[in-house]
């Protein structure tokens, strides 16, 4: 499958992706489209416009695909489509992280006063979910004052790409450990503020002298107190580690944003994103030159992952992104058996993410099968951030 139609309209939110192949010619009628759009709360079909993934320039394919239009969400068409319920589409798949409040946030008024009346439908269940309804209006917020027609031209004065995944590979060559994927991180919603003399460059400067093969970036400010402008700045400092743009990303315009910004790869995270989510978003990363790391917790993620062709790089996150609660027998228990083998056949590099702080635990996750670490905490809070890697692995990685 070598192309990709699209549904298209002015000012309306559209459909999903379809891969047709090469040569495809079809003259169809509004019967035919299989697509449906929500416009003022009706539903209508969206006329097609094509552009081939394989052979069209990254100029052309956002020129034809993207100007001037929003985003193809699959979430959404599958909602218009079926007529169930986001959430239900999602907890098909095991997620039950739900996109957005059910039933919004319902005033109510008691003379001048106006309050918000909590209920099951509209309060989050944990703080991943939390972080996901305020993304969501964020996002929205930031596509009316950024469309992709916009987007469009700063890529083109982006800063080259650097190969993140073939960073890790050759420093997990050179160094026989795991490849270090150091976090730029100043606070998360569990911990509170992780360091107080933050400098972003300063610290991406020292991870890199001391070893790191990539780095990632928080840019969620909320409840990470991150940054683009972070990003943007550890970029123009000249540091030549690959950066992740560490966010929750929940909409492909994100993705844009981020190269525009200097990143090198972006998260994925298979607790909020469905399947067709994930495959739709790592075709964008491929045609921008950008890595996917799609990081899993459970084992139903990771089966999910691994039924996606195309699939680089995946992430084990040894924390609850519900609870954060962390345990690190995740990373053991997501490779064992059939998995491991799978993904050895495919040759996905593996990261292991969260609660390692010791050379045992880095360790651990070796002998377990992963490629890569991504470490901030225990990093972050040392007074020197160099020699917390020293400690971290048991020796210097710098050489």
Request: glycine residues 8%; hydrophobic residues 40%; aromatic residues 6%.
């Amino acid at each position: 499958m070598n192309g990709a139609i699209i549904a298209a309209a002015p000012n309306i939110r559209v459909a999903q992706l379809f891969f047709v192949a090469p040569g495809y010619k079809k003259i169809m009628s509004s019967k035919d489209l299989p697509m449906r759009i929500l416009e003022g709360g009706r539903k209508r079909v969206a006329p097609l416009c094509c552009t081939r993934l394989d052979e069209e320039s990254l100029d052309a394919a956002i020129a034809v695909t993207y100007n001037k239009y929003h985003i193809a969400n699959s979430v959404e068409v599958s909602e218009w489509e079926s007529g169930k319920s986001l959430d239900n589409i999602l907890e098909n798949q095991g997620i039950t992280i739900r996109r957005r409040p059910l039933t919004g946030p319902p005033a109510h008024a008691v003379g001048p006063f106006e309050f918000r009346l909590e209920n099951a439908g509209n309060t989050p269940r944990n703080i991943l979910e939390k972080i996901i309804w305020n993304k969501d209006v964020e996002v929205a917020q930031l596509k009316e004052q950024k469309p992709l027609g916009m987007l469009a031209k700063e890529l083109q004065n982006a800063p080259p790409v650097r190969d993140f995944l073939g960073s890790l590979k050759a420093s997990f060559q050179q160094t026989g450990m795991p490849a270090l994927i150091a976090e730029v991180k100043k606070a998360s919603p569990s911990r509170g503020v992780l360091r107080e003399d933050f400098d972003p460059v300063q610290i991406a400067q020292t991870y890199q002298k001391n070893g790191a093969a990539c780095l990632s970036i928080l840019t969620d400010e909320k409840y990470f107190q991150g940054s683009f402008e972070n990003l943007e700045a550890v970029r123009r400092a000249g540091v030549k580690c690959p950066l992740l743009c560490k966010e929750f990303i929940i909409d492909a315009w994100q993705i844009f944003y981020a190269r525009s910004k200097g990143a090198d790869a972006i998260l994925l995270i298979a607790a909020i994103l469905p399947d067709l989510d994930i495959k739709y978003m790592t075709k964008i990363c491929q045609k921008l030159g950008l890595v996917a790391l799609v990081e899993v917790h459970t084992e139903r993620e990771m089966d999910r992952v691994l039924g996606i062709d195309g699939i680089q790089l995946i992430g084990i996150n040894n924390r609850d992104l519900g609870t954060f609660e962390v345990d690190i027998s995740n990373t053991k228990k997501l490779l064992e058996g059939e998995r491991g083998q799978i993904i050895r056949q495919k040759g996905i590099t593996v990261v292991g993410e969260s609660g390692l702080f010791t050379p045992d635990d880095i360790a651990f996750v070796q002998n377990a099968g992963i490629h890569a670490v991504l470490v901030g905490e225990s990093l972050i809070k040392q007074d020197d951030p160099g020699k917390g890697i020293v400690q971290l692995f048991g020796r210097d990685i710098s050489s």
